[in-house]
Each structure stands twice: as C-alpha cells, then as structure tokens.
C-alpha cells in the first residue's frame, strides 16, 4: 500500500520538510494533489449494538406479556432510569420475541431469543444505541449504562454476560467528489457489484448486497459495499439521508461544533460509514490473542480499527495494482480519530481455530444433513428438528458454546447453509 508525502504551504516555503497534518500530497507519478479544500465536519460513532449472554427475568417475562395481553403498547421498566418504552410483539424473522423502543433515548432493545427456550441461557440481548445517545455521552458512560451495576443488561437478564459488540463508525466531509469511475479503482474483497440507478430513497441500514451504487446518471453515485453480516463500507449523501429522516436541526448542529463553525450550510455533506459486524469484531479479538465482546474491550482501538477498515477496501488513483492510495483516502485515514489515537495495534481476523478433534467432524455432520435435508425440501425449522432427534445433539451445542457461539448461531448457520445451497444448485 503506497502513500503519498505531505506537505503544507508553510513548509514547502520554509525548510521543504513534510506535514503529517498538510493538505498538499504529493507522489513522484501523479505530483501534487491539494486537499486544503475539503473539511472534515463530523467524527461518530455511528451505532453500536451489543449482545448479550444470559437467562432471562422470569418476573420481567411476565411482566411483558401481561401487557401484551392487554394490548398495551407502552410499558415503565422503573430501573434502570425510569423511563418508558414503546413495546412491541415480534415475529421470527426479527429473531426476537419482543422490541422496547425509546427514540427520545436512542435506545432499541431486542430482547428473548426465538431459537432458545426463556428458562435457559442463551443470547437473549441485543442492545442498540443511536448517534445521538453515544454522543452525548463518554465511553465509560456508554458501557455503564449498557452493564453498569444499573445497567440495562441486568434489567433484562439474569447474570449477563457480553457476547459480541457490533460498530459503525462514521466520516462525514465537505470539499470532495467521487469521479464517475470511482468504483472501477476501488480495491475490495467483494465478489459482486451490483448498480441501482435512479432511486430516490434507500434505507442503508437494511441494505446488504456485497457491492451496490444508487443515484442518478448526473448526480454523485452512492456506494454501499460488502455485506452487513461481516464488513460493510458505506459512501453516500448524508445531506439527503437527514432531510428524509427529519435530523437536520441534530447533523447540522454537530457539525458545526466538531469543525469549530467550519461547516458551510450551503454545502453537502457525504458520510463515509465503516460497518464491523460482531463477529468480524470478534475475530480482532482472536488475532490479538484477546477478547473483544464487549463495547468497553474496543473503545480505545476505534481508530485503529477504522484504519484497519480503509486498508480493506480503499480508493486508488488509478487502476493499477500498484497505484498509490488516493489523498483522499489517506486523508480520513491518518487524521480521522475515534476517542483515541491510533495505538498501532496490529489489527487482523483471525477464526478462532478449535482444538477439539471432534471439531471437523460436527463440521462435516451439520454440513451434510444441511444438504440432504435441502434436497428434501426442508425448511430452517425441520432441520433443526432432525438435528435435534441426534443423541449427541448436546455435543454440537456444547462445540458451539465452545467458540463463543450459542444454539442461536446453529440455526442461523443452518438457514445460511440451506439457502446457499438453493441458490448454488447443491439442493437441485
């Protein structure tokens, strides 16, 4: 990966010596890009949502359908705040009984897991916290109001333990325009682009094809590469996105405090958005030789990560392989900052490897009965359910707890499998 030097007007008038802050970039093939124009206005966390590992409350259990059978849609937890919250019923899809919504708060809680039974432990929590609750707040704040000794997570569970923390982190900047063949010098580990034209509205959050642009052939092309479940890199008008979701008076304010009155209102503003699911998380974690479940465990190694992140997939200058990596791309990652500094933590995936010699064969059990059982026809559920009738079944489960998994996880390997097959004629 090839980077340009940096300069400043100041030290090129002066002693000639390079600026790791100067906005002047400069590699011997394509000489001098100025990037003094282009502000960074916003640096966020965007979302994190964290898993939790536990049984649950019996009483609060009662309590929540006690409501729904009074068709209640508002409840008041008491603790932990006193607040209260929209609730709502869910069906399996969500992969969650019941949803607690406080929009004022900027919380969202999926809580009792379809695939585990409420009187035995399982990943019952998950716990999602919008832009604006974790900027108002440090991240010692965060985590304590996640799992403090107050914290929602012992609201919910009993003895909770943390099992997986997922992270968007967010650029937002003015100044710089994507060229119309971008996407040709972006480098990705992506297998497959697909180009949506002329769409007027596109929710991000849901989107999880593993290359897509949207936009219209004059205006500037929205990209959304790599897919939600692993690693997700973001590109689009954060301008538009807050108008259709009614969060000027919020982005607008924020920018103009992280630039220090910089931000030009005239002026659109594109988000550069880096989304790490838990389990890529996670697997930092293994190749660091340390456990990375929790918010708290990766708050210092934001930078790093989203450093990390932009060494993945990246923006060239050319189409070469060994094109220098754009200023641009350099720009956000040197100088963007989360939290902290980068440490120079070597950030890197690694799967955790099992030493169990049973291991390769409950690999190959659960892959072959996920094959045959697609060729009869069978759904997620059915397959679950011969799986189940196995004797040694406990022994698949105890495997997966083994590597940080649970039953949940099964299934959603199972259902994986079963449509990968569908769709790549196994099951034919």
Partial sequence: MKLSQRFSARSLSTNGAEDEKGRLFFDPVNGFTDLSEVQIVGVSVDTIRQLFYGIPDEGLIDKLEAHLKNHEDLIYLGAPGGIRWHFTKM???????????????????????????????????????????????????????????????RCFLHDPIPRGCAVHLAADYQGFTFDSDAISRLSTYSRTIRTFDAISEIDLSDFSEAVASYGGHSTEKNYLIGRASSFQVCMYDKTKEMVKRDKQDYYQREWMAYSLGFYDLAKKVRRLELRFHHSVIREFGHGMEK?????????????????????RTRFSLSTSRQSVIHPFWQLLMQDVEFYMPADGVRICRKKKESVDPIAKNISLLIGNMITLCARSGMDTKQVMGQLKRLTFYPQIVSYYISRGLSESDLRENVEKGLALRRIIGKAA
Wanted: net charge positive.
């Fill in 91 to 153: 069906g399996k899809v969500a992969r969650y009984r019941y949803k607690l919504q406080n929009n004022d708060e900027g919380i969202v809680i999926l809580f009792g897991s379809f695939y585990e039974k409420l009187d035995a432990p399982g990943q019952h929590l998950k716990i999602e916290l919008s832009p604006h609750f974790i900027s108002q707040r440090s991240k010692l704040k965060i985590w304590q109001r996640l799992h403090g000794d107050y914290g929602l997570s």
């Fill in 291 to 311: 456990s990375l479940e929790s918010w708290i465990d990766i708050a210092d190694l934001l930078t790093d990560i989203w450093r990390y992140g932009l060494t």
